[in-house]
């Protein structure tokens, strides 16, 4: 039923299926103070949700800085989000925690709240040997869907770090966890990302591809993925969108040409530290005068002024503006 009442929402803007489109992945301003600034956020959700061809928008996950937010406030951008946005587009909430228990209280949290689709990332505690432990990862996965009748995306790390699943693994909690309808893919591997595509498209009950690999976005896309769920469509989701239906139409000289105007924001946004890629999406919306100001919260800091005119640079070089930043691409 909770999957349903997704589809209804989508095939109400007649954006066919939630898996099958761009999901962007919002940031969430800050004032100095570090407290969360309403009127900033609201402004940038309504612009997100403006853009035509999106099929949702997904809230509390890394570009909203999660590991930054108690749960209280967790639950108060899901508020927000939905008072702003109302029934108009579907809402994916975030799912980061270490412990299962804690997961599952998210995950009952979101559902009480309003979301329609959860996105589950890997507790950091299988970082330490977690990928010899495969039980570990499928008890996670069950006890989250045993607190919910959400549908869950699963979102998929690199190995190096040890926060990928095995793609037996990963396999198993798919088959095990039916409301599993789609997995985030940020393995980081083009040679793996194409298996799981494969391997996860002949399942008995196949699962949705959505490419996260923003870096490399036409590579992944060309390779089979239903659709996209990226950080980077918080500033760049008309790029995307462009993109990803050049894609499904087979026009690779329009998708190459989207894809050299994208170029620009990978420079801007995904250069070492990588965990700064977030801090950068807010300097650039800060510069086309979409956010008031750009605070990150704690580990996060301020980038250099040589970083910042760097972003600048590279939106001017991606042909964006106040004006066009969210605008549908002709």
């Given at each position: 039923q909770a999957e349903d009442g997704i589809r209804d929402l989508v095939r109400s803007r007649g954006l066919g299926d939630v898996y099958k489109r761009q999901i962007p992945a919002c940031l969430l301003p800050f004032k100095s103070d570090m407290e969360i600034d309403e009127k900033a956020f609201r402004s940038h959700l309504c612009d997100l949700a403006a853009v035509e061809g999106i099929s949702a928008i997904t809230i509390n996950a890394h570009s909203m800085e999660v590991h930054a937010l108690s749960?209280?406030?967790q639950a108060k951008t899901l508020e927000i989000s939905l008072d702003e946005l109302g029934s108009s587009i579907p809402l994916v909430?975030?799912?980061?925690?270490?412990?299962?228990?804690?997961?599952?209280?998210?995950?009952?949290?979101?559902?009480?709240?309003?979301?329609?689709?959860?996105?589950?990332?890997?507790?950091?505690?299988?970082?330490?040997?977690?990928?010899?432990?495969?039980?570990?990862?499928?008890?996670?996965?069950?006890?989250?869907?045993?607190?919910?009748?959400?549908?869950?995306?699963?979102?998929?790390?690199?190995?190096?770090?040890?926060l990928g699943y095995p793609i037996d693994t990963l396999l198993k909690i798919c088959e095990r966890v039916p409301k599993i309808r789609a997995i985030k893919d940020w393995c980081n591997d083009a040679a793996l990302h194409e298996r799981h595509i494969r391997e996860l498209k002949s399942l008995s009950s196949p699962v949705n591809m959505l490419s996260t690999h923003s870096a490399w976005l036409l590579s992944s896309l060309v390779q089979g993925c239903d659709g996209l769920l990226s950080g980077a469509g918080s500033v760049i989701a008309n790029l995307q969108v462009a993109l990803f239906e050049a894609f499904k139409k087979g026009d690779l000289e329009a998708a190459r040409s989207l894809n050299d105007r994208i170029y620009p924001t990978v420079r801007a946004f995904y250069e070492a530290p990588f965990l700064d890629m977030h801090n950068r999406k807010k300097e650039a919306l800060h510069y086309l005068g979409r956010l008031p100001d750009a605070h990150v919260r704690p580990p996060l800091m301020k980038l250099t002024s040589s970083e910042i005119q760097k972003i600048r640079h590279c939106m001017d070089a991606a042909g964006l503006s106040h004006n066009t930043v969210y605008q549908k691409v002709a």
């Open positions: 749960i209280k406030e909430h975030g799912v980061y925690a270490d412990g299962s228990a804690n997961a599952a209280a998210i995950a009952k949290q979101a559902e009480a709240g309003g979301a329609s689709c959860l996105l589950v990332f890997p507790p950091n505690t299988l970082a330490m040997g977690g990928q010899m432990r495969p039980e570990m990862a499928i008890r996670h996965f069950e006890t989250i869907a045993e607190a919910t009748e959400l549908p869950i995306i699963l979102f998929q790390y690199p190995m190096g770090p040890g």
